[in-house]
């Protein structure tokens, strides 16, 4: 999909969501560890290209935060929807473009392949405005779609406006909030929407019923699935969203060739990459920029983002991973947690109760047992005993610690940092190491045992 050179495009993204009862701005409510305005943008970007604009209010500082490459536009006061769009407009008419595509942040679903096809469609027929439309059993608060006898629209009436007296019986055809508006003469419109309704805004659907007495040309596109346009307002229909979000994710990679057991357990982020080949046991999640290359094994209830699993590894129940990188080869756990940059590298293995942290375990090492590995470099063939440590950390410096190639650290081990153990040393059992061990050296540093006779029992 390339980016329409006469489009821009406008997210609006500046209400507070008092629905979903939270002080965090609506559109940073996460769905499989994205924020939902983070779905938005990802549809709107391949149309409009630097041509969108995200309009934000409530908590815009958070929101920049949140994305700091985006175009912002600030809404000083949330007056509703035809506000947000009139005090952008400036901005729209400096870009010199033809259209204006208008999306609410709200709506983590939608289908960017929709977009597209609404988007042609429309400018092909020459419309003044158009928007979407979708049909509910139930049309909750959404805005009602009102059309006369010959099926032209009329208007779109806000559902706490709506009459049946004056609007004729609900059909369950509502608005989706997705607009194309021809800037030219769409343009003098938006200074004539009104706020004289219950709420005291200014609606963008007033826009229609401008555009209809005004004998302009005003187009429809039926949404074929519902919840591809919904918004989200409220925690339960968050969790409906994401849910449905994380079930077409799963379809997608069964059908892709990812074997997936239990895969209503399963739930992985739309920026995870699964590659064919790969096994997943449920419970299992995956978010961010998780990688996980073909012939992998992820057993159950292990736990990843942003991290990287290499062909024909085998991550074990109840692991975690964030910010690791897994080679070939290796197996991981279980009850193992692999910290940002924690790097396996091709057969490498991590057994139950590890940790690691900034360290990298080389070529076929490895770490079976209830062992803390941080700031640290450890070479290939090393074995690290039962209850080893290197403390890194002196209070207010984190120190490395290196260990060379075949070496091998006994059980109960602490290595202080900075501290360099060599290639081929051993490591006795039970050892506080505070100075460097030479290669091919015996280094052993804890008190001389000493046996005592015991008192009879009287």
Known sequence: MQAVQSLSALVLAAGKGTRMHSDKPKVLHTLLGEPMLWYVLEAVRPLAGEGAYTIIGHGADLVRKQFPGERFILQKEQLGTGHAVLSAWSEILAGNVRWCLVINGDTPLIDGVMLERFCAAMMHDGVDLAFVTTTLDDPLSYGRVVRDAAGSVRGIIEAKDFDPKRHGEP??????????????????????????????????????????????????????DPLACMGVNSPLELVASEDALRRRIAQALLQGGVTIHLPDSVSIGPRVVVEPGVEIFGPCEMYGAAHVRRGAVLESHTWLKNSRIGSGSVVRSFSHLEGASVGEGCVVGPYARLRPDAVLEAGARIG????????????????????????????????????????NYDGKRKHRTEIGPRAFIGSNSALVAPVRIGADALVGAGSVITKDVPDASLAVARGKQQCFARRKPE
């Open 352 to 391: 139950n109760f590890v940790e690691m942290k900034k360290a990298r375990l080389g070529k076929n090492a490895k770490a079976s047992h209830l062992t803390y590995l941080g700031d640290a470099e450890i070479g290939e063939d090393v074995n690290i005993g039962a209850g080893t440590i290197t403390c």
């Open 171 to 224: 059909t369950g055809e509502i608005n989706a909030g997705i607009y194309l508006l021809r800037v030219a003469t769409m343009g003098p419109l938006l200074s004539k929407i009104s706020a004289d309704n219950k709420q005291g805004e200014y609606y963008l659907t007033d826009l229609v019923d401008l555009a209809v007495r005004g004998g302009l040309r005003v187009g429809t596109l039926a949404a074929g």
